[in-house]
């Protein structure tokens, strides 16, 4: 079955500090591979996406992820967290011929002052 | 560029109600979809239109919810009547078009949080 799994429900880290939000998929088909952010009262906004090519994608708010085949997963990072990026964070799989995107249960970041 | 507006962002009824939420695309988006979002999960498909058509509402549960799109542009969707486990947050985001599947990004509207009592 296709599925995506985000294994932590919340994470807290420092301000400064670095950030690693995991994502693992199954998926039959060739992936395409989606980051969405969603902040309080607003909607889900597109972080980056993966199709094809280079497996390290940059984003936008200066995230970036890796696609790793090997262990169908889709990692989300960043070297320097902010406050402002404390917010809710979706990994989404779909493919070419499938519009509908299968969503992981998303990933709370809290930040620490 | 605007993004997608909707209405009302907070409803609260009692069961057995009627309700309605509104959803104004992106200008020149074809392509409007309308989600469920329960706490703590991601979003569910409920329905997704090409122009006019419902291209996708096979997840749409009918007794109770039905959705237009008159004129391939605003959007409605109604409940009716509402029940408990309606309570949820109800997103629509659009996109130029779908070709590709789900290559095209979609843009979300901040959602219409619902309780129901």
């Known amino acids: 079955a296709q599925s995506v799994t985000q294994p932590d429900i919340h994470i807290t880290v420092s301000e400064g500090a670095s950030l690693e939000l995991r994502c693992n998929y199954s998926y039959g088909a060739t992936p395409y591979l989606f980051w969405y952010v969603q902040s309080p009262g607003q909607g889900l906004q597109l972080l980056l996406k993966?199709?094809?090519?280079d497996t390290l994608v940059q984003g936008i708010k200066g995230f970036e992820a890796e696609f790793k085949r090997s262990q169908s997963s889709f990692n989300l990072r960043k070297p320097s967290v902010h406050w402002s990026d404390a917010a809710e964070y979706f990994c989404a799989v779909g493919d070419s011929s499938n519009y509908q995107l299968i969503w992981g249960a998303g990933t709370k970041l809290i930040i620490k002052p | 560029e605007a993004g997608v507006v909707q209405s009302p962002r907070y409803k609260i009824i009692e069961k057995k109600q009627p309700v309605a939420f509104w959803c104004n695309p992106i200008?020149?988006?074809?392509?409007l979809y309308w989600y469920l979002q329960n706490l703590g999960q991601g979003p569910e498909l409920l329905i997704r239109?090409?122009?006019?058509?419902?291209?996708?509402d096979s997840q749409l549960p009918k007794d109770r919810f039905s959705a237009e799109r008159l004129k391939g542009v605003d959007s409605t969707l109604k409940i009716q009547p509402a029940e408990l486990g309606d309570s949820a947050v109800y997103l629509c985001?659009?996109?130029?078009?779908?070709?590709?599947?789900?290559?095209?990004?979609?843009?979300f509207g901040p959602g219409t949080r619902l309780l129901v009592l």
């Open positions: 985001a659009s996109s130029p078009r779908t070709s590709g599947g789900s290559r095209e990004t979609q843009y």
């Open positions: 239109y090409e122009n006019e058509e419902a291209v996708d």
């Open positions: 993966y199709f094809s090519g």
């Open positions: 200008s020149g988006h074809n392509t």
